[in-house]
């Protein structure tokens, strides 16, 4: 029976490092030092950027498909999909075979692109 005690305490122990790092963690995802920018006037400050290739470019429907990398914040792996266009997000200057970096999130059941840049080639 005494073996349990020290068990017990070790686990509660460890779970509380874990805890720990993992707010440090998220807390320093936002640093000016991580690489991620995080201005205020992000459309999503929570949202990470994501890169990608424009596969087809719709005008009309306003929307663009992006062969793209993992969107961890949204729990997608790699895949092609079409996006809508929200907030500062434009269709402007953008063509087919373009390397882009951009935001995206979701609005309901819809997956939206907020931001899009195109990368140099």
């Given amino acids: 029976m005494h073996t349990q005690r020290p068990l017990a305490m ?15 963690q998220a807390g320093h995802a ?16 929570s949202a990470a950027f994501s890169e990608g290739v424009v596969r087809r470019v719709n005008a009309a429907s ?11 914040h949204l729990d997608m792996p790699p895949m092609t999909m079409g996006f809508k266009l929200r907030g500062s997000a434009s269709l402007e ?21 907020k931001q899009i840049e195109k990368l140099p080639q």
């Avoid at 070790?10 to 790092?21: D, H, K, P, V, W």
């Avoid at 306003?62 to 961890?72: Q, S």
Wanted: no cysteine; proline share 6%; aromatic share 4%.
């Fill in 10 to 24: 070790a686990f509660a122990g460890l779970l509380a490092f874990t805890s720990t790092q993992a707010l440090a």
């Fill in 30 to 45: 936002h640093h000016p030092s991580s690489g991620t920018p995080a201005s205020a006037s992000s459309p999503s400050a």
């Fill in 62 to 72: 306003g929307t663009v498909t992006i062969a793209h990398g993992p969107l961890t």
């Fill in 93 to 113: 200057g953008l063509s087919t075979g373009d390397k882009v970096r951009f935001v995206a999130d979701k609005e309901g059941s819809t997956l939206v692109v």
